[in-house]
């Protein structure tokens, strides 16, 4: 082809005739503007459906509820309620947490054990538990160990099968390698082994977050004599929509900044890996 | 002097008796020379790897035994064998420096030593400074390169090297053979080399080690009488050219042999030969 510029650019087609996709600084919309928009528009909706066709004994538009959350913010029971169900929410994933690494490193690490256990432990895993919560109820009260440890069961086992997979996925070579370069049993476990598990300790801790909000809260709303299962049958009674909504949207923020957390210091620790 | 002896080690898996048991290894001997660098070669599944490491310590021979300087293996000896492995057995988590620290920190070498030898064997690999990148910024072979180091900074008299460029491109094995030679030749440790490459094998070896397709057999041991450093003009000349010659001859009918156990060989036999030896 001809190095001439005239030439060149006759052999294009003319520009109207292409359809150019627009480079990236041109367009004007980001993903994060869109996603914006798109949050904005379903709270428009909230806002005309519950505003224009919703029964205003039992849904309450967002401006609605905006107010009464800052009202509840104000009274001292509700706020002591949430706050006793964050604190549920942190013992019971810290228990669940450091229990289930333990009990899956002890399992895991053991072919034996890993044989005898393993299947148990899927099985209990595998039953919906919400069928055994008034046991729980008569077990522990109708207190904060409730809860806790309702938080705990649905999260445990998360912990423990993901942790005994992680272990069966640890890269055999560098075992090999280690051992080559004659280290000993605690030096392999310390090196090698939980080094190896960062990565899966933390999706672990994800899924065991995901368990103690469910299994906390539902405790929390299944008891409710007392906490935020009482204020949230309180509302729902007396209808009053939006105190509701309120207190449901406090629950879902420290839910959504708890897994925030989580997945900060999943990042902060698993750098190297990706 | 003789430094590892391979007494008619054999090496099978799967269970006794079994129709599904292999045998890998049937009765390999050889006797490896104090500071030579000895190749294995031969077809995939012979066994080659499997001899490096009962020799390692790190599998154990099905009969037979390994004698390193007159005392049987018997699990691995960090302090006399250094591995490396063919493919990246790098640690993710630890930067270059740090992973060619840990074999010294295994074995509890000071700190003040461990930060000595380790730069010191960084710089002679060339990549000092990559010593605070990780493992998965670097390039294949860079990544090698650093196997090496943490190789040679334990200081042992042996090195084994389990077909350590196999997962890279001929150009770069190429200048890493090259790099090793002028290496090695300053070290004076003994070194057995798994390959599949023959003008690797001879390039690099004092000796090379042919094996039989499985049950793996050391057929025959051809030596290549040629100074170290190996020079460039070495790759080029027509002796190097005869010997990888006489080895593909070697090779050919046990590569073949192999692939038809496996039905991989037939009229596709001519593109089966050429990815089995890589020439």
Redesign the interface.
């Known amino acids: 082809m001809s190095m001439n510029v005239d030439s060149s650019r006759s052999l294009r087609p003319p520009r109207s005739l292409v359809k150019r996709r627009p480079r990236r600084e041109e367009r004007r919309l980001s993903p994060g503007m869109a996603r914006i928009l798109v949050i904005l528009a379903m709270v428009a909706a909230w806002e005309i459906g519950a505003r224009f066709f919703g029964d205003p004994l039992f849904v309450a538009p967002p401006s609605q509820v905006a107010v009464a959350l800052v009202g509840l913010l104000g009274v001292k029971g509700v706020m002591i309620a949430v706050g006793m169900a964050l604190l549920e929410l942190v013992v019971a994933f810290a228990v669940a947490v450091v229990l289930g690494v333990a009990i899956g490193l002890a399992v895991g690490l053991n072919r034996f054990w890993r044989g005898a256990l393993y299947p148990i432990i899927v099985t209990i895993y595998a039953v919906p538990q919400s069928t055994i919560l008034p046991l729980f109820v008569l077990l522990f009260g109708i207190g904060a160990a409730t809860k806790i440890a309702f938080g705990i069961t649905h999260s445990v086992f998360a912990v423990i099968l993901t942790l005994i997979a992680g272990i069966q996925n640890i890269d055999p070579t560098l075992l090999k390698c280690a051992r080559a370069m004659g280290a000993n049993r605690r030096q392999v476990l310390v090196s090698v082994i939980l080094p190896s598990l960062v990565p899966t300790i933390f999706t672990g801790m994800r899924l065991a977050m995901a368990g103690v909000l469910l299994g906390v809260l539902l405790a929390e709303l299944y008891v409710s004599s007392a906490g935020v299962g009482l204020y949230t049958q309180t509302f729902a009674n007396s209808m009053q929509p939006a105190k509701l909504f309120a207190l449901v949207t406090l629950l879902a923020a420290a839910a959504v900044i708890l897994n925030e957390l989580c997945r900060m210091a999943e990042a902060r620790f698993t750098r190297w890996h990706s | 002097m003789i430094t590892i002896e391979c007494e008619k080690v054999s090496k099978s898996f799967g269970p006794r008796g079994s129709p599904h048991r292999t045998v890998a290894l049937d009765n390999a001997s050889i006797d490896i020379e104090r500071g030579e660098l000895l190749c294995f070669i031969g077809p995939s599944g012979c066994g080659k790897s499997t001899l490096l490491n009962i020799i390692?310590g790190?599998a154990e021979p099905t009969s037979g035994e390994v004698l390193i300087d007159g005392t049987p293996v018997n699990g691995?000896l960090?302090?006399k064998?250094?591995?490396v492995?063919q493919?990246s057995?790098l640690?993710?988590?630890?930067t270059v420096i740090d992973n060619v620290k840990?074999?010294l920190?295994?074995?509890q070498v000071p700190k003040g030593e461990r930060d000595d030898r380790a730069s010191e064997a960084l710089q002679a690999v060339g990549l000092a400074d990559f010593a605070n990148h990780?493992p998965?910024q670097l390039s294949g072979g860079m990544k090698q390169r650093v196997q090496l180091a943490?190789a040679l900074c334990?200081g042992t008299d042996i090195l084994l090297m389990d077909e350590p460029f196999a997962a890279l491109d001929e150009q770069t094995r190429m200048v890493m053979g090259e790099d090793l030679s002028v290496l090695l030749a300053r070290t004076g440790k003994t070194i057995v080399f798994v390959t599949h490459s023959l003008v690797e094998a001879v390039f690099l070896a004092d000796r090379v080690a042919v094996f039989t397709a499985r049950p793996g057999r050391i057929k025959t041991v051809l030596s290549v009488d040629e100074e170290h450093p190996r020079k460039q003009s070495f790759m080029k000349s027509a002796k190097l050219a005869e010997m990888r010659n006489e080895l593909y001859d070697l090779l050919h009918d046990e590569v073949r042999k192999t692939m038809e156990l496996r039905g991989e060989a037939g009229e596709s036999g001519a593109r089966a030969q050429s990815r089995g030896l890589r020439r």
């Open positions: 390692a790190l691995p960090p302090r064998i250094a591995f492995f493919e057995a640690f993710p988590w630890r840990l074999g920190a295994f074995q990780y998965r943490r334990l």
